[in-house]
C-alpha cells in the first residue's frame, strides 16, 4: 500500500516529522517497507527558453538560450519538436542524475556545439511515458513558480512516498483514510472528519439492476448503481495525476482516475460503465459455461457458473469485482456514465481471480473484505468528484439488494489485557484508544461491552480488543522479564517428535545432502503415482491445478526438485526434507516422514568425476546407507532391523528393499526410482532414494538412574576372521549377517560382507559370501581355543539358519 506524505496529512491533522510517521507506522503494525524521499527531484528547476535557434548542422537540432534563474543564460541543444522561444519547462544543469533514463549529466559536445545539461520530458522525470516533446508549463504557471524555483515543488514531486505492509486481516489499512485513523488512535494528530454528504439526484435511474441469487448463495448481498448524464470526460487536475503517478498507477481520464483514487483513499473499489454502450438493464448473477468477456486489459476470459458475473441484455459487461469489461468502459467520447459500488463476497472474489489469473486493485480489497458502510459514502463521493471535474445531472441511487448492518459486540474484561500482555493500561486510556479507533465502549465495571466496528472483519473476541489496545500502547512498553528456572532441574522442552526431526536433519546434513522445502501439495498424478490421490485429500481451493492434492510421500516433491536443478546444470545432487505427509484426512492419518535423494553420481564420499577413478552412479545402497545412517541417530535397533524386498511399486523391483522390525513393524524403504516414475517427472536417472516415517519408530526406553561411565574403550585389541559360506542364490546377505552376529553376542563386534561370488565354479543356484567378523575380547586376550570355539559357533549357527555350509 503506498500512499503520499501530502495525502495522508488530508486526512491527518498533525505535525509530526515524516520520521516520527515511519516509526509510528512500523509500532502499530503497519510496517513500513520503503520511503521515497523523492530527492532526486530536487536538483530539476523551473526555466525559460530565451531564443531557439536552428543547429547550425543538424536539421532536427536547436541550440537554446535557457534562462535557469542565475542570472546567466544556459546554452542548451535540444532535439524536441515543441522547443521554442518562450517556452517554460523543467531544466536539469551539468552533474544532475536523471532517473527517467538513468543518466547523470554533464557538458558535452553535440554535433559541434557545446550543451550545458537539458530541458526534460515527462518521461525523463518519470511523470509519464510521455517523450515526444519537452515539458510545457503554461504561461501563468511562473505566477506560482518564478524561474529557478524548484520544479519539483511546482509538480509535486518533493512529496514523499510511504510504501507499507498490509497483513490480509488489515483490509481497513488499505485506504489512507484508515491508515490516518490509526496514526490518530496512536496520538500522532486528529483524525478529520471523512463523512461525506449525499448528493440529491434528479429522478429515478434508468438502468434497473436485479439480484439472480439464492437466499443461500448471496455473492452478491447489495448493488448500488447511479446514472450521471451529460458529462464531458476530460485530464483530471493535476493534484489528482500527481498523486496516481506517486504511487505507480498512470493516470488515464477524470472518469478512471476517480475510481482509481477513491480505491486507495477510501479502500472502496468503484468501477464506471459508459451509459450508452449497456444495453438494456443490468443483472448480477453467475457466469455460464461457454460465455466470455474481454476485460478492460485487452485479454478475453472464459467464465463459468462458479465465477459471478455483470451481464446486460445482450453481453457480459464486467467479472464482479475483479475487472470491467473492455465493451463498455468509458472513453474521451463518454457523456453518460453508469456508476457502480456494491459488495461481493470475498471468496468467491479470490477464487474468480485466482482461476482467471487476474491481479487488480479491486480483487485485492474484495477479497480481504471492503467495509460494507462506505458502500454508498463511496459512490456519493464518486458523484461529488465527477461533477466537479466533468459536470453533468446526477440521478437517484439505485440499490439492489440491502447494506448489510454488522452488529458485532464483545464482552470484555479490563483484566485481560495484564493478563495476556503484561501491560497495565488505566480503564480510561484503554476506552480512549478503543473509542478513537472506532470501537464503542459501553457499560461500566470489570467488564464492558465493546462494539466492532463494520471496517474490522477480523475483530471476534476478546484477545482481538487486547491486541488493539496493546498495538496502540506499544509492544516496546511489554516489560522484558526473565523465564522463572525455578528451583528444581527443568525437563525436556522439546517433545519427542521435535526432537527426532532436529536429529534427522542434523544426520542427513552430515552425509552431505541439502535440506529443501517444498509445497506440502502436490499433482493428482503424481500424488496417484505414490499412493495418494484419494478424495478426501484433495483440496477444495487449491492455489494452482499442478497443487491439487495434499502429499502422500515427500519423494514426489523431491524428485521434481532434483530435475529443477537439473536444468539449471546441477546433475549430481543429493535432497533432503524432513516434512509431513498425509496419507488421509484423519488426524493419526498425517505422519513425519524423513525422506532423502541422489541423483547421478552424488555418493557420500564425493560428488561426480574424480582423479582417482571413474565416477560411479548412485545405487540402491547409497539411499540404504542414508536410511540407516538416520535410524542409527535416532536410536533405532540397526543391528537386529531386516530388510525384504517389499518396497512400494514406485521403487525400481530388486533394487529397493523395506526396513522392518517385524511385518507390523515397518520404519520405511529405500531403493532405486522405478523407471516408470522417472519418465512421468521427465527426469533423467539414476535417482534414488529412501524414506523413514518417524512416528513408526518405537519410543526410547526410560533412561535408568544409574550413573554410567562416560566412556568406556576396551583395553584388548579386537580379532578378525573370515569365512565364506556356500548358500543358495535367493538367500539373502542380511540373513548370513544376522546368523553370524548371533552366534555370540557379547563377544562379536561387528559383521560385514567384504565379498559375493557367483558363476565360475559355482554350481548353478548358489553363491559364496565372505564375511568379517570382528570379535572384541574384554577380560582376556582371546586364545586359539577360545577363537576356535567363536569360529565353529559361527559357522553352525550360518548353517542352521542359512542351509548352506563353509566353503573349503
Not at 675 to 690: H, N, R
Not at 768 to 789: G, Y
Request: aromatic fraction near 6%; glycine fraction near 10%.
Amino acid at each position: 500500500m503506498k500512499f503520499t506524505l501530502s495525502w495522508l496529512k488530508d486526512h491527518l491533522d498533525t505535525s509530526a516529522s515524516l520520521d516520527e510517521i515511519v516509526d509510528a507506522l512500523t509500532m502499530i503494525g503497519l510496517e513500513v517497507e520503503a520511503v521515497d524521499d523523492r530527492a532526486r527531484f530536487k536538483p530539476f528547476t523551473i526555466a525559460k527558453v530565451l531564443t531557439a535557434e536552428q543547429h547550425p548542422d543538424a536539421d532536427k537540432l536547436r541550440v537554446l538560450s535557457v534562462d535557469t534563474g542565475s542570472g546567466t543564460p544556459v546554452q542548451v541543444v535540444c532535439g524536441a519538436p515543441n522547443a521554442r522561444a518562450g517556452l517554460i519547462g523543467a531544466f536539469a544543469g551539468p552533474g544532475t542524475y536523471v532517473p527517467g533514463i538513468d543518466l547523470t549529466l554533464g557538458t558535452s559536445s553535440i554535433r559541434g556545439v557545446e550543451s550545458s545539461g537539458m530541458m526534460c520530458s515527462e518521461r525523463e522525470l518519470e511523470l509519464s511515458d510521455n517523450h515526444e516533446g519537452i515539458i510545457d508549463l503554461p504561461e501563468d504557471s511562473l505566477t506560482d513558480a518564478p524561474v529557478g524555483s524548484s520544479f519539483a515543488a511546482y509538480a509535486g514531486l518533493d512529496d514523499p512516498v510511504i510504501e507499507i505492509a498490509v497483513t490480509p486481516n488489515r483490509p481497513d489499512c488499505l485506504g489512507v483514510y484508515g491508515i490516518a485513523r490509526d496514526l490518530a488512535a496512536a496520538g500522532l494528530g486528529t483524525l478529520k472528519d471523512g463523512s461525506i454528504a449525499a448528493v440529491e439526484g434528479k429522478g429515478a435511474c434508468p438502468v434497473s439492476v436485479s439480484l439472480e441469487f439464492s437466499d443461500t448463495e448471496p455473492l452478491c448481498p447489495a448493488f448500488g448503481l447511479r446514472l450521471i448524464s451529460g458529462i464531458q470526460n476530460c485530464t483530471s487536475p493535476q493534484w489528482l495525476r500527481q498523486r496516481l503517478t506517486a504511487i505507480g498507477l498512470r493516470p488515464i481520464n477524470a472518469l478512471v482516475d476517480i475510481t482509481n483514487f477513491i480505491t486507495f483513499d477510501r479502500g472502496r473499489p468503484l468501477h464506471v460503465f459508459d451509459a450508452d454502450k449497456v444495453n438494456g438493464d443490468l443483472v448480477v448473477r453467475r457466469g455460464k459455461d461457454g460465455e466470455e468477456i474481454v476485460a478492460l486489459d485487452g485479454k478475453s476470459y472464459q467464465v463459468n457458473p462458479d465465477i459471478c458475473v455483470i451481464a446486460d441484455d445482450k453481453e457480459l459487461e464486467s467479472i464482479a469485482g475483479v475487472m470491467g469489461g473492455e465493451a463498455s468502459g468509458c472513453s474521451q467520447d463518454t457523456t453518460n456514465v453508469l456508476i457502480e459500488s456494491a459488495l461481493w463476497e470475498p471468496l468467491n472474489i479470490a477464487r474468480t481471480g485466482r482461476d482467471l489469473g487476474i491481479h487488480s486493485d479491486a480483487r485485492f480489497r474484495f477479497e480481504r473484505g471492503v467495509d460494507p458502510a462506505m458502500m454508498l459514502p463511496g459512490l456519493e463521493l464518486a458523484t461529488r468528484m465527477v461533477l466537479e471535474f466533468c459536470g453533468g445531472e446526477p440521478s437517484n441511487v439505485l440499490l439492489a439488494g440491502a447494506v448489510p448492518a454488522p452488529a458485532k459486540t464483545v464482552d470484555f474484561p479490563y483484566s485481560d489485557i495484564q493478563r495476556l500482555t503484561g501491560l497495565d493500561v488505566p480503564r480510561q486510556r484503554t476506552n480512549a484508544i478503543l473509542e478513537s479507533l472506532g470501537f464503542p465502549v459501553s457499560g461500566s465495571g470489570d467488564s464492558v461491552q465493546v462494539s466492532v466496528p463494520s471496517w474490522r472483519p477480523d475483530v471476534d473476541g476478546k484477545a482481538d480488543i487486547v491486541e488493539e489496545v496493546m498495538r496502540i500502547v506499544g509492544v516496546n512498553e511489554i516489560a522484558h522479564r526473565p523465564i522463572e528456572r525455578g528451583d528444581h532441574v527443568q525437563g525436556p522442552i522439546l517433545t519427542l517428535r521435535q526432537t527426532r526431526e532436529r536429529r534427522a536433519r542434523r544426520a542427513l546434513a552430515s552425509r552431505g545432502m541439502m535440506e529443501a522445502v517444498t509445497w506440502s501439495f502436490l499433482a493428482k498424478d503424481q500424488a496417484e503415482a505414490f499412493g495418494g490421490g484419494q478424495r478426501e485429500l484433495a483440496l477444495a481451493n487449491p492455489i494452482s491445478s499442478d497443487l491439487s492434492d495434499m502429499r502422500p510421500s515427500l519423494l514426489p516433491n523431491l524428485i521434481s526438485a532434483l530435475q529443477r536443478n537439473g536444468d539449471r546444470g546441477i546433475n549430481n545432487l543429493a535432497l533432503f526434507e524432513v516434512g509431513q505427509i498425509f496419507t488421509g484426512d484423519q488426524p493419526d492419518a498425517q505422519k513425519t516422514g524423513a525422506t532423502g535423494v541422489r541423483r547421478g553420481a552424488m555418493q557420500l564420499t564425493h560428488e561426480g568425476r574424480d582423479w582417482r577413478g571413474a565416477a560411479r552412479n548412485v545405487d540402491a545402497f547409497d539411499a540404504k546407507a542414508d536410511a540407516f545412517g538416520v535410524l542409527a541417530e535416532l536410536g533405532a535397533p540397526v543391528a537386529n532391523l531386516q530388510v525384504v524386498a517389499e518396497a512400494p511399486a514406485w521403487y525400481h523391483p530388486g533394487r529397493s528393499g523395506r526396513i522392518q522390525l517385524g511385518p507390523k513393524q515397518i520404519f520405511g524403504t529405500f531403493g532405486e526410482l522405478h523407471p516408470a516414475i522417472l519418465k512421468q517427472f521427465d527426469v533423467d536417472g539414476p535417482v534414488v532414494g529412501f524414506e523413514i516415517i518417524l512416528e513408526n519408530l518405537p519410543a526410547p526406553r526410560a533412561k535408568t538412574t544409574r550413573t554410567k561411565a562416560a566412556l568406556d574403550l576396551p583395553e584388548l585389541l579386537p580379532v578378525s576372521r573370515d569365512f565364506a559360506f556356500v548358500v543358495s542364490s535367493d538367500v539373502s546377505a542380511d540373513k548370513v549377517l544376522k546368523a553370524a552376529r548371533s552366534a555370540d553376542k557379547k563377544l562379536i563386534r561387528n559383521v560385514a560382507i567384504f565379498d559375493v561370488y557367483e558363476g565360475g565354479r559355482m554350481e548353478p543356484g548358489q553363491k559364496s559370501l565372505a564375511i568379517e567378523v570382528t570379535l572384541q575380547p574384554r577380560d582376556k586376550t582371546l586364545t586359539d581355543e577360545d577363537i576356535s570355539a567363536v569360529s565353529a559357533a559361527i559357522v553352525a549357527s550360518v548353517e542352521k539358519a542359512t542351509g548352506g555350509r563353509l566353503r573349503g
